[in-house]
């Protein structure tokens, strides 16, 4: 069987379960953080109570799920591609303006924070003019040593250079698999992340790879895919945990069942893919509104929740994250779903103008 370099891809489609892949990912990061503020990091009453708080201090795994869907999504996105410049317009219109807003709500809730409580005990902000170059360039760590404002922008970083070196393979069509197996052949000697170094996405490669095999293998059967996917998963079993293996795996799985004609029962599903697709804005502004406004609201109770028991942590979880979903609404409806619109707009030919009509 061929590899199918000669083929075209295949017409856009939206796999709806992927969304709620999103969505759930979204969630589990988005609770982690209010556990990781929140929580006392004490053992907890009963089995149940301890599960639960286990289970969602695992949460950073989510990050894991995006990756892999990441390198799914966008690489179907680059088949469909001819021009880097689009591919790449595309992206920044998809990321870069909600990030930027995003910063601007960042910067809003430390400045109340400080005027109410006179100092800044939230996170740091960049105190010279390289470390605001940087963090309005997604370039904080790992890309340069300046630390993100935000704790989850370092994933951003990432994105920004998985989309950069995707690009050389619409620059250099024929290198197009050259493109994709040389980081994933260098990450087998990546034993850690590194911070400020050229190539520093090869540490997370493993993941977003992954899921490019699986978007290749979605376009044309072949032999080089298949190498591509045993390529990461030897990455994952030589550096990466047991757990973090397991869940790109999982996610794997899944986008490949929701993409076969057996799987079309996958993407029925509703209340998860509708959080897939305010997922970037949960993701972005989580932070700000449901660990630092909104857990400040029913401060001391997050600082108990061991004496609390399972009920009231529960109560506190789900009343931060419904703040932050509903903030997160707002902000897709404002910032995020616009920025989508233009980003589908780039390249778009206009419709032709019709000739008047000649009348005698």
Partial sequence: MGDGSEARAKPGRRFTFIDSMRGFAASWVAIFHINKIGGDHTRYAGNAHQSYYDFMMSGALGVTIFFVISGFAVHSSLLRTDSARDFLARRFWRIYPPYIASLAVVMAVIIVHKLLTGNNDLIGVPHNALGWIATLTLTTQPATTVAPINWVYWTLTYELAFYLWLSLALLVPRARWAVL????????????????????????????????????????????????????????????????????????????????????????????????????????????????????????????????????????????????????????????????????????????????????
Avoid at 208 to 236: N, S, Y
Avoid at 274 to 285: H, M, N, R
Wanted: contains cysteine.
């Fill in 181 to 360: 197996v040389t980081p994933a052949v260098l990450a087998l000697f990546w034993t850690s992340e590194k911070t400020f170094v050229p190539l520093f996405f090869i540490y997370q490669w493993c993941f977003f790879a992954l899921g490019t095999a699986l978007a290749e293998w979605d376009r044309e059967r072949g032999w080089r895919p298949i190498g591509l996917a045993v390529l990461c998963l030897a990455t994952m079993m030589v550096h990466r945990t047991w757990l973090e293996t397991s869940v790109a795996l999982l996610a794997a799985f899944l986008i490949v069942a929701s993409t076969a004609p057996w799987g079309d029962w996958l993407n029925g599903e509703r209340v998860l893919r509708k959080l897939g697709d305010w997922s970037y804005s949960i993701y972005l502004i989580h932070l700000p509104i449901g660990c630092w406004i909104a857990l400040g609201a029913i401060d001391p109770w997050p600082r108990k929740l061991s004496q609390a028991g399972l009920a009231v942590h529960l109560g506190i979880d789900l009343s931060a994250f419904a703040v932050t979903v509903a903030f997160a609404w707002g902000f897709w409806r404002l910032v995020e779903k616009p920025s989508i619109a233009r980003s589908k707009a780039v390249g778009r030919k206009p419709a032709p103008t019709p000739e008047p009509l000649a009348y005698a």
